[in-house]
């Protein structure tokens, strides 16, 4: 799935083809994605100026004069491309403007498009349950605190909790709490105040580092452009079962609620 650096990265590219452009035709090729398409979709959006772009987690948003911001989630393996030779069967969704074509190709259909009162975005149900955005000014140690309270839980787990922090996903953690040396099993209550003030700038660090190389090459991710990610290159833990880590440890791989952790004992307590 797409993280929240690969749909930054998507959004970038989005907004340099979109902001400001009138949207001349729209096209839905099937009746829905992972649930169906807004009826309304292709009436509100013909004719519609776009007013800006932005990220909501792992969702990107598109602004419109009609009052109404389109909300696309990428899923497992949609993406968009830009001025395609020609509609492949992927395509199921297709955005035009006086200079350019772009389709939202989703081969899984996991992903998702959305018509959302502008006015109203933040009550929108996914929307409203969200924590601060890991970027913003709302992720700091004192939030962490306060969310993890006196809780038992996994302090990996509790990161991948959208209604603590918003569109943190798997890789990030593990790299993040690396980097601010905390033990991906330690119960969130019980990581000091002084830990969670290394956590929060790791966090954001990661990402930006992630987002400055344009998104992870990972599975079907690509940018707008067809260009693929790096940033997978530069990864400390992840998927290095094994590996030697800096500090003299071995990085090892376990499973919490599901999913795999990658972490280095020796140095992360």
Same mark, same amino acid.
């Given at each position: ?17 979109l ?52 909300v ?13 030779? !020609? ?5 199921h969704? /297709?955005?035009e ?11 899984r ?34 939030h962490?605190?306060?969310a ?13 909790d ?9 890789i990030y953690?593990?790299?993040?709490l ?11 209550? @019980? /990581?000091?105040?002084? !830990? ?18 344009g998104?992870?090459?990972?599975r ?45 004992? @020796?140095?992360? @307590?």
């Amino acid at each position: 799935m797409p993280e929240l650096p690969e749909v930054e990265t998507t959004v970038r590219g989005l907004e340099r083809i979109l902001d400001g452009r009138r949207i001349a035709r729209v096209a839905v090729n099937r009746a829905d994605l992972r649930r169906p398409f807004p009826p309304e979709l292709v009436q509100t959006l013909t004719g519609a100026t776009v007013l800006g772009l932005a990220r909501r987690a792992k969702y990107g948003l598109i602004h419109t004069d009609r009052a109404a911001t389109l909300v696309f989630h990428l899923g497992m393996s949609g993406r968009w491309r830009i001025d395609p030779e !020609a509609i492949a069967k992927h395509d199921h969704m /297709v955005l035009e403007t006086e200079d350019h074509v772009l389709a939202l190709c989703d081969p899984r259909r996991f992903g998702s498009v959305d018509l959302v009162d502008t006015a109203r975005l933040d009550e929108w149900p996914p929307f409203a349950a969200l924590g601060p955005e890991p970027l913003g000014p709302g992720l700091t140690a004192k939030h962490l605190k306060r969310a993890f309270g006196s809780r038992i839980a996994a302090v990996k787990l509790l990161l991948l909790d959208q209604r603590i922090v918003a569109g943190l996903g798997n890789i990030y953690v593990c790299e993040a709490l690396f980097r601010a040396r905390i033990d991906p099993r330690k119960a969130a209550g @019980k /990581v000091p105040l002084v !830990a969670l003030e290394r956590l929060v700038p790791a966090i954001q660090m990661v990402l930006a580092e992630s987002i400055e190389a344009g998104g992870s090459s990972l599975r079907d991710y690509a940018q707008p452009s067809g260009q693929l990610g790096y940033f997978a290159k530069q990864f400390d833990v992840y998927g290095r079962e094994g590996e030697p880590c800096g500090c003299g440890g071995t990085v090892k791989r376990i499973v919490q609620g599901g999913r795999s952790t990658w972490f280095c004992p @020796k140095c992360q @307590k």
